[in-house]
């Protein structure tokens, strides 16, 4: 059974850093894309950031660009996100997703998904 495992989400002042952290199990990913999506309260899931199978490639959202960085380590089967200057408007439950079939940005073509890490950063 295939499993993603996020951890690192919490409570961060603004302009704080937080590192969350995706751990794959059940099936390696080493050949598949990986990414992140973020759902706030009473909004849409958004495409956060996505990184190719040997971590070469990296996309983000306008918003997080310049202050977050994704990155991989496919020996431990785990895909991270590093997020800098946090704002109030980062506020979102994260979810880490594996294998897409598609546009990366659409949640619809992702075929695996974590079980998501708040993440809230107070004004």
């Known amino acids: 059974q295939v499993q993603l495992v996020e951890s690192g989400g919490g409570l961060v002042q603004a302009g704080g850093s937080l590192r969350l952290s995706c751990a794959a199990s059940?099936?390696?990913?080493?050949?598949?894309?990986m990414g992140w999506f973020r759902q706030a309260p009473g909004k849409e899931r958004e495409f956060v950031s996505a990184i190719s199978p040997n971590g070469i490639s990296t996309f983000y959202v306008d918003s997080v660009k310049g202050r977050f960085t994704i990155s991989r380590d496919n020996a431990k089967n785990t895909v991270y996100l590093q997020m800098n200057s946090l704002k109030p408007e980062d506020t979102a439950v994260y979810y880490c997703?594996?294998?897409?079939?598609?546009?990366?940005?659409?949640?619809?073509?992702?075929?695996?998904w974590g079980q998501g890490t708040q993440v809230t950063v107070s004004s």
């Open positions: 997703v594996a294998d897409a079939d598609g546009d990366y940005r659409l949640p619809d073509y992702w075929g695996h």
């Open positions: 059940g099936r390696t990913f080493s050949s598949d894309g």
